[in-house]
């Protein structure tokens, strides 16, 4: 029995799924959260119950990755039942994709999520009516405080159905399925795909096409503008026979001040520096406790122990390996996705995006890749992926180059735990600054040399909430967690390897071939390109290893300040980490990654030679 769980993006179906499954997966207050397709199973009755997570979709017959992948799974019946989630406050919005999915005749029900929402805001759904009308089981829950939850796959087991509401399309339409349906046999939706040039069948879609043709000179635009509007009318059509609103006060809330550029820009400012001052602040204070404590309890005593020098050498990169990464990184990780996740909960993320978006234009540069920017922050591996979502060719390849210039939460451990504590707060807050004018730059140039279409964008913003600790706690965790599954062994592993290479003189013949760049054109130490390396792995390891290799946590002993400066610098700008790459190619293919790969060395060299100079100099 498989059951897909369908609808518009941020409408609470990775929440419900995973409730229904057990299994924790990414719900974040903005559209576009899920982009993969997760399968978990849930057993009812003895009776396994395959349940898949789609990815959020505006339409069935739509161009972009997703809408193509779910209509797919949809034509091709994969899905014994299909559990279209609707936003219950935003009914009439959601309609639209709910009368496309009905057209396709699977057995379904129609879950309204939000209903708590919907309440606050005085909107009542008959679902009763409702029901009745489209002829599907209609369900009100609320994902959040677990409301009606573990009624949907009984529901959807015993009771789901094949609609029996149709939209009335234009006439021309309606006689083109009429026609197509009796010289072909095609039933009523492959029809309407087909006049969009959607489908397998070479007869129908020919025949379509010339239909499709006359149709589009008679009402000058295109089928699918046309089906669009008449869906949109059908929407509210239905939504006025089953919606009910309360007189609602009008007050916007707190977006009145948030939205607009004044001041908005300057609360967005104030929220952004008060989180990357926050992870510096309660970062810095646990990785002073933690490395100061290993220092005390293990490092030393480890020193002073007299072992034989292979072993001493193996044992001291393991455990200084521990030290990198619980004590250095993980404070800092911590607290960035602890805060981070309060942040995405509220909904403020969206609203980032959106006067971000704003900011944009006046730089001649899109919007459409603001969301995955801002989500870049956590981490770019999600943020490349979720370029998929924007729509056109040139803006996916801009959004490229720009997501893997965000400093992520691993480039935040280093220019937390290197300039922050050691050279200071205003210090790391300019090279936030740095790469901001860096992105800008970037972004100008390639909107400027790229040529191809751009696309209007339609950015929602999604409700503020108060966030709810175990929503923000658990997906904190989803990402703590591969910190400490993921990142850890890696380091670990990388630094035995290091000492060992270090032990036999391996490092000294690399560090001999980068010293000119290294020491003569940035002034850093030999040893800070085998960290370099290593922050291709993963990007927080240029600083952990640093440690290793310096054999300290207190790397004032070995560095100057201008020399940790220009190396957190470099290294944020430098590459971008290994799995980035290997999105970035997955994604966008070979040529680009490369491309990025090369730019953003080039980039971090240029600027840290550049800053090792003028300081020099002056
Ligand atoms: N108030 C309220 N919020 C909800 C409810 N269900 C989900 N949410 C919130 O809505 C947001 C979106 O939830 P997700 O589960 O990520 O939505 P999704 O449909 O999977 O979104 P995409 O993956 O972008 O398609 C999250 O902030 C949830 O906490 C609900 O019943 N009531
Ligand atoms: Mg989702």
Known sequence: MKIGLIGNPNVGKSLIFSHLTGIGVEVSNYPGTTVDILSG?????????????????????????????????????????????????????????????????VPMIAVLNMADEAEEQGISINTQAFSDICGV?????????????????????????????????????????????????ADRISVLLALQGIGTDVLLLEGAATIAKEIEEEHQMPVSRILAGNRHHAATELSKQVITRAPVKESRGPD??????????????????????????????????????????????????GFDPLVYELLFSFFIAIQAGLGIAFPFVFTFYLLMSVVEDTGYMSRIAFLAD????????????????????????????????????????????????????????????????????????????????????????????????????????????????????????????????????????????????????????????????????????TFASTSLLFGILRKEMAFETLVVLAGTANLTEVMTTLQLYIFALVSTLFVPCISTIAVLYREQGLKTAVLISIYTVLLGLVAGILINYVFRVM
């Not at 396994?48 to 990815?55: A, C, H, N, Q």
Request: hydrophobic share 55%.
């Open 256 to 305: 009145r001040w948030l939205l607009r550029p004044f001041p908005g820009v300057l609360i967005m400012a104030g929220v952004l520096i008060s989180l990357l001052l926050c992870v510096f602040m309660v970062g810095s204070f646990f990785e002073e406790l933690i490395v100061e404590g290993f220092d005390l309890f293990i490092i030393e005593p480890l020193k002073a122990a």
């Open 358 to 525: 704003r900011i944009m234009h006046r730089f001649g540069l899109h919007g459409q890749a603001i969301i995955p920017m801002v989500l870049g922050l956590g981490c770019n591996v999600p943020a490349v992926m979720a370029i998929r979502q924007i729509g056109t060719k040139r803006e996916r390849y801009i959004a490229a180059f720009l997501i893997t210039m965000v400093p992520c939460s691993a480039r935040t451990v280093i220019i937390a735990g290197i300039v922050a504590v050691f050279v200071g707060i205003y210090a790391a807050l300019s090279i936030y600054l740095i790469i901001f004018v860096l992105i800008l730059l970037t972004g100008i140039f390639l909107s400027r040399v790229t040529t191809g279409s751009q696309l209007g964008m339609v950015l929602e913003v999604p409700p503020l909430r108060i966030p709810s600790p175990g929503m923000v706690l658990t997906r904190a965790w989803i990402h703590i967690r591969e910190f400490l599954v993921i990142a850890m062994p890696l380091l670990i592993v990388s630094s035995v390897i290091l000492g060992l290479l270090g032990f036999y003189g391996i490092l000294d013949v690399i560090e001999l071939y980068t010293a000119p760049v290294m020491e003569g054109l940035l002034g850093l130490p």
């Open 137 to 185: 089981p209609v369900l009100l829950t609320a994902a959040t405080i677990g409301k009606n939850l573990p009624e949907i796959i009984p529901l959807a087991l015993e009771k789901a159905a094949i609609g029996h509401f149709q939209v009335s399309y234009d006439r021309h339409i309606e006689a083109a399925i009429r026609t197509l349906g009796r010289l072909s046999g």
């Open 41 to 105: 199973v849930s057993c009812i009755n003895r009776l396994p119950v395959e349940i898949t997570d789609l990815p959020g979709i505006y339409s069935l017959d739509g161009e972009s990755d997703e809408e193509r992948l779910v209509r797919d799974l949809v034509t091709s019946r994969s899905f014994d039942v299909l559990v279209m989630v609707l936003d219950a406050a935003h009914l009439e919005r959601n309609l639209y994709l709910f009368l496309q999915v009905l057209e396709h005749q």
